[in-house]
């Protein structure tokens, strides 16, 4: 973000337009709150959690500010017997493990049709095992550390609950150590078999190198438990069926759907959640809609 505003500056925007506040995690409430209560802000719009969200809606209704909130998620990730598999594996590769996991939009829940489970599962695991973690300095690294210990922490956490919950580790699974001086904070891109709707990753976002597979028998099936959730980010899916393309495209209960297609994201087109992922739009003309407001402009006695 500082790089960012300082990339501003030096295109030549005028000073003053473009403004960047730093604050520490203990004062950060208190730097938002005069924001929040001043009528002259307009509009805010947030990337982060749910907690954080609602709570900026609540202080944001006294002045009636717009807001757009890009929210928590809990994508799943669908892959019907009728999918490319190879095709599957490798938008599963791009969706999940792009910034090692940490996204809103990464894939937490893979859900793989019970015909081709197996071969699925063993092609990911190959794909993943062989990512080469590191810090960003090397050239070969794939996958970095995760943001801070706590990151690591919810991780473990997640992959020890879903092992006491009958999970199998296919790859990974553990901590890795980096070098000399390592913090620690790096996570081996692991695989789990056998995941299932009681295990804390189901309805948590892990937001790390974590794949859980979960077996389903059909499209009714897989639907209900993809759509389980308060969040409605996004979510993804592989068939080569068009009637079964559009229906499942339609039922999935998510503001962006990735259509055998890992990689999403585009600054042309409306990016942003419904449900607990939050409202308004990022990107596209319906991006800019959401930093305007409509004046209707009647004259009258023009002839």
């Known amino acids: 973000a500082l790089a960012l505003v300082k990339l501003i500056e030096e295109a030549g925007c005028p000073a003053g337009v473009v403004n960047i506040v730093t604050a520490s995690r203990e004062r950060t409430g208190e730097t938002v ?19 954080v969200g609602k709570h900026l809606a609540r202080e944001s ?5 717009k807001l757009s909130l890009e929210l928590g998620g809990n994508a799943p990730f669908i892959v019907f017997d009728d999918a490319d598999i190879d095709a599957a594996v490798e938008g599963l590769m791009r969706a999940k493990f792009r910034n090692g996991g940490q996204t809103c939009v990464s894939p937490n829940r893979v859900y793989v049709q019970q015909g081709i489970y197996e071969q699925f ?18 050239p070969e690294s794939q996958i970095g550390p995760m943001i801070n210990a706590r990151a690591v922490e919810k991780i473990e956490r997640h992959v020890k609950d879903a092992l006491a919950h009958g999970a199998r580790v296919v790859t990974g699974g553990h901590r890795l150590c980096i070098g000399e001086g390592d913090a620690g904070n790096y996570y081996a891109p692991t695989v789990l078999g056998e995941a299932s709707r009681n295990m804390a990753l189901f309805s948590e976002e892990t937001f790390g190198p974590v794949v859980p597979l979960f077996r389903f028998q059909d499209e009714e099936d897989v639907l209900l438990q993809a759509n389980d959730t308060p969040y409605g980010l996004a979510a993804y899916f592989y ?9 499942v495209a339609d039922r999935l209960e998510t503001g962006i759907v990735g259509v055998n297609e890992g990689a999403l994201a585009s600054e042309a087109a409306p990016f942003g959640g419904i449900k607990e992922s939050g409202y308004g739009r990022e990107g596209s003309r319906y991006g800019l809609d959401d930093y305007m407001h409509t004046k209707y402009l009647c004259h009258g006695e023009l002839a």
């Open 33 to 51: 709150a005069a924001w929040l209560k001043d009528p002259r802000v307009r509009k805010i719009t947030f990337t982060g959690s749910t907690v």
């Open 61 to 65: 209704a006294g002045t009636l500010k």
């Open 121 to 138: 599962s063993r092609q990911l695991a190959t794909r993943v095992g062989a990512l080469k973690v590191g810090p960003a300095s090397r």
């Open 239 to 247: 068939a080569r069926d068009v009637a079964r393309i559009w229906r």
